[in-house]
């Protein structure tokens, strides 16, 4: 099941589970917001040519559909508890000329004094993209099993290249669970147009 793969491999594909033409809508919607960032920010606000920024709870980028999901509210009531709580909406956007960023986690292990600990996961994201996501327009990228490696160790090895990236090639309406311990990055955007990645 999914949540034994997102408690093993720190991560969990659900292909084409939300609506794609939700998605679609929402990438044109986006794009104007993307401009306005472009024309304020020209550098990137998280490396060159590519940006991050909160999304509204509402409208035109919050749909049910992608925040009231039976399917995806088990598996992350299931790792997490049932008093977790939402607590971002936002994106990552490579735009065409985007190098790879940073790896990285979302969080640091809970006790640094004990790396060795395995602690359960306390984070975990929901992703999805408003774009299918190929070979050249940045897909994202992870090490698999990395969220239960001591972190700083880990980061180390990825840098000197000593662990392998997996690279999604996500489909516009497929989901996406991660670990929020899991090293990841974005990649380069080697294609004409942002990927917009939620």
Known sequence: TCVEVVLEDGYCILPKHFPRSLLEQCNEDFQPLLDDMVRCIPEGN??????????????PFYHTEFFNDDAVTEIMGRILGEDMHISYYGMDTPTPGAEDPG????????????????HPPTNLAVRFTFVDV??????????????????????E??????????????????????????????????????????
């Not at 790896?103 to 395995?118: N, Q, W």
């Not at 897909?139 to 239960?148: D, E, L, Y």
């Not at 690279?167 to 996406?176: A, E, F, T, Y």
């Open 157 to 198: 090895k990825a840098k000197a290249g000593e662990l392998t990236f997996t690279r999604l090639l996500l489909q516009c309406g497929d989901g996406l669970i991660v670990d929020g311990r899991a090293v990841h990055r974005g990649t380069a955007n080697r294609s004409n147009a942002p990927r917009p990645f939620a």
């Open 103 to 118: 790896l990285h986690t979302e969080i640091p292990f809970l006790f640094p004094e004990d790396p060795d600990y395995r």
């Open 46 to 59: 998280r490396g060159a040519k590519r940006w991050a920024n909160g999304l509204a709870f509402g409208p």
């Open 134 to 155: 190929t070979e050249d327009n940045g897909p994202f990228a992870v090490i698999p099993g990395s969220h239960h490696l001591p972190q700083e160790k880990t980061l």
